[in-house]
């Protein structure tokens, strides 16, 4: 048996027609959309494979439709195996299918509430208001350096800490240009913004993680079963209290996956399953910690290879 960690996608590794080939190998993946599917009032299998209405990359929507997603892999993963990760993670929304997997949260309440802090998020800053742009080939120092400067015309700082050569910032649009504009002037080799409506894990996130904390002391939290990662520290919390504080603080904090990921190996982990669609969070621990092998979870190859190598 393998030590072996799981981590969970966050927002942007969605896609039309996600986890078609799983639901025509198990029915464990659309009872597990139609019990998200029940919660929200809305047909999210239909947004996943048909998208209609055009709403899988609205906020409010794509952050319950990729929660559901993880979840539904690992409750299929549970049912190839009985092997068990000895640690999770997730990036972002990919913390709360974290803790929905080591049964920190009721699946309904997660649901519920990433739907809601979706629309807090997207309530938070006017359209057009908001930026993100992702900073390749600068150190992290030299960022934050360029921040404060930048500051100047709004808020402005590191949202995603992601490996040692990608940073992603996040603030008031006027602000982040002129970062963008620095950047390139200070060398780096990428500073590209980023199609997304949300400027996530900034201070300007400050009122929607107050009213998320209003919803969030409401919910009922256990124990985890299974260490997670979370966020805004890099750190494994034991209590539900210090895990919901977490939570709220991860709104307007940066994520600091590059920390998260370095702890994940010092626990003397050395395969990871990304669960979930895509391969983004694969790319970025290669590039964190190389000697750890990454398998996919997207495709019924993909989860195969991955049982097999775990059972190994």
Known sequence: MQNFGFVFPGQGSQKLGMLKEHAERSPIIKSTFAEASDVLQLDLWEICQ????????????????????????????????????SILAGHSLGEYSALVCADVIDFQDAVNIVHHRGILMQSAVPPGEGKMAAIVGLENFRIDEICDIAAEQGIVSAANI??????????????????????????????????????????????????LEEELMEVQMNAPSIPVVQNVNAGIAKEPAEIKENLIKQLSR???????????????????????????????????????????????????????????
């Open 162 to 211: 992601n490996s040692p050569s990608q940073i992603v910032i996040a603030g008031k649009a006027c602000a982040v240009d002129k970062a963008i504009e620095l950047c390139k002037e200070a060398g780096a080799k990428r500073a590209l913004p980023l199609n997304v409506s949300v400027p996530s894990h900034c201070a300007l996130m400050l009122p929607a993680a107050e009213k």
């Open 50 to 85: 048909q998208d209609t209405n055009k709403s899988l990359d609205q906020t409010h929507i794509t952050q319950p439709v990729l929660l559901t997603s993880s979840v539904a892999i690992w409750r299929l993963w549970s049912e190839m195996s009985t092997l068990r990760p």
């Open 254 to 312: 940066p994520v600091l996956w590059l920390n998260s990921v370095q702890l994940i190996h010092k626990t003397g982990v050395n395969k990871v399953v990304e669960c979930g669609p895509g391969k983004v969070l694969s790319g970025l621990i290669r590039r964190i910690e190389s000697e750890i092998q990454c398998f996919g979870s997207d495709s019924n190859a993909n989860l195969d290879s991955a049982v097999a190598e775990m059972t190994g």
